[in-house]
């Protein structure tokens, strides 16, 4: 049987403007609950809503940076439905009129580079926020109610999860390129939902759509597409088209649980928003917008595969997050050895950067710091093994590495005359090794130049007593 998976993101994005999407009202994570609210957020009756023009702005950005073609008017919309955390009893968006329409992100598959179609995005405001409590009550939180935000509506063009993930992956660094938001999963700046079902390419028998619904973190996704993914196979391979319903991923039991069936398509009762007026949107102000867009992950990594002349999968991987762009460009300006930058950023500072499950940007390791223990590693002042030692304490600790390793005498050995004498005492006490050798085994050579390494105290220069021993050797 040949069949094929079906994936559709859909990604609300929480703008980081100063003010609400439709008022004064501070737009800002963490205040005291229902202290940032009013008339207008609340949907008062009376109470007008004026669009913020920052949020517009951003949204553009957002469009145009994923190639979208940018609608030069639009009406807003009201989508009515009842919640405890919406008041109004409706959320003000964007049905039919989109502000950004047919863009596309290019992920990395194994047959090359595939462009993602999007639908569109369009701005909307956020409702408020329900807290249920140990006591199993429900507290409202109305701060978050008209926080603006876009939302990105991809085709069902993904395969599989590793699509998904680079897709998600791209989309959240190019956002947070171009500033206008943090991203941030754990404080629900950026959710999504997927909509997955498969596809018997030869008899055409699908199964019916299943919405994932707001999925925190890109490890959810990635499992909760797996775990569809399996589900819907099965159910193909039964000729069973299953329901048309929304689920929620479970991390206690590892799979997704069903929250409700939909038979119908729900019916919001859309109508236009009739307090906010239709805007304009001039081609000047879209043009300014996209002349002061700074430089975007892709555009990064083309000039740094030219301009450091690194491979393109370490282009690709710096050129990913913005932070790590510039320290990299930074650094780089100080050791003047591109692809010793890029070797250590990638293997050792990620590796760090992962264990201590933090973001990049959260790093103490000074980008001067990091830039002179290179420079004691390029210069031979020490060797990678200490180079290594050093960094795991500088990445705690941040403090200057060219004093440090001179406070601990780090300083590497290169004096020929102190490295034959060690060289030759090893020597001497391993002669069953040195037989191994010229018996032909290699690693054995490996085996001297470490005790070498041990007897200096791992200051000895081992690419020196490499050559050394070798010289002896074969006389």
């Known amino acids: 049987m040949n069949y094929k998976t079906l994936i559709g993101l859909e990604i609300h994005v929480e703008l980081s403007t100063n003010s609400k999407m439709f008022c004064g009202c501070k737009n800002e994570f963490g205040s005291a609950p229902n202290t940032n ?17 920052k949020a517009l702005e951003y949204a553009i950005m957002a469009g145009l940076s994923f190639n979208c073609n940018i609608r030069n008017s639009f009406k807003m919309d009201r989508k009515k439905y009842f ?25 990395h598959t194994k047959d090359g580079i595939k462009k993602i179609g999007l639908i569109r995005i369009h701005i909307e405001e956020d409702t408020g926020k329900s807290i249920h409590n140990e006591e199993g009550n429900t507290l409202l939180d109305y701060n978050r109610a008209g926080v603006p935000l876009i939302e990105i509506v991809s085709e069902p063009e993904m ?29 629900g ?11 018997d390419e030869d008899s055409n028998f699908k199964t019916r759509i299943t919405e994932v619904k707001n999925l925190n973190s890109f490890k959810a996704v990635y499992k ?3 775990y569809e993914e399996k589900r819907h196979l099965e159910m193909l391979e039964n000729k069973d088209e299953g329901f048309k319903e929304t689920r929620r991923w479970d991390d206690a039991s590892n ?12 019916d919001y009762r859309f109508s236009v928003e009739g307090d906010i007026p239709v805007t304009i949107v001039e081609d000047e102000f879209i043009e300014e917008i996209k002349n002061n867009l700074p430089e975007l992950p892709s555009q990064l990594m083309k000039r740094f595969i030219k301009e450091y002349n690194i491979s393109e999968y370490d282009a690709d991987i710096l050129s990913r997050n913005k932070y790590l762009s510039k320290y990299f460009e930074i650094v780089t300006k100080e050791v003047k050895d591109p692809q010793l930058v890029s070797n250590w950023l990638l293997s050792d500072v990620l590796r760090r950067v992962n264990e201590a499950e933090i973001e990049f940007e959260e790093i103490k390791m000074e980008s001067k710091n990091f830039a002179k223990l290179l420079n004691l590693i390029k210069n031979k002042d020490i060797n990678n093994n200490t180079g290594k030692k050093v960094l ?10 060219e004093e440090y390793v001179k406070e601990k005498g780090l300083i590497q050995v290169n004096d020929d005359s102190v490295l034959e004498k060690i060289v030759d005492e090893v020597l001497a006490n391993n002669q069953e090794s040195i037989n191994d050798y010229k018996n032909g085994k290699d690693r054995a050579l490996g085996f001297l130049v470490g005790q070498c390494m041990k007897a200096s105290k791992g200051k000895g220069n081992p690419q020196k007593f490499n050559e050394m021993i070798l010289k002896k050797l074969v006389r």
């Open 37 to 53: 609210v009013c008339p207008i957020c609340l949907g008062h009756p009376g109470a007008l809503p004026v669009m913020n023009k």
């Open 392 to 401: 795991r304490k500088l990445f705690e600790d941040n403090f200057d590495p």
């Open 83 to 107: 919640y405890p955390d919406l008041t109004k009893g409706y959320q003000i968006t964007q049905q039919d009129m989109p502000l950004c329409e047919n863009g596309y992100i290019e992920v």
């Open 255 to 266: 799979s997704t649980v069903v929250m409700r069936r939909k038979e119908e398509g729900s």
């Open 159 to 187: 395969s599989n999860a590793d699509e998904a993930k680079e897709f998600l992956e791209n989309l959240k660094e190019t956002l947070k390129f171009i500033g206008i938001s943090d991203v941030k999963m754990e404080q």
């Open 189 to 199: 700046s950026l959710r999504c939902d997927v909509n997955i079902n498969v596809i």
């Open 224 to 226: 909760a597409i797996n």
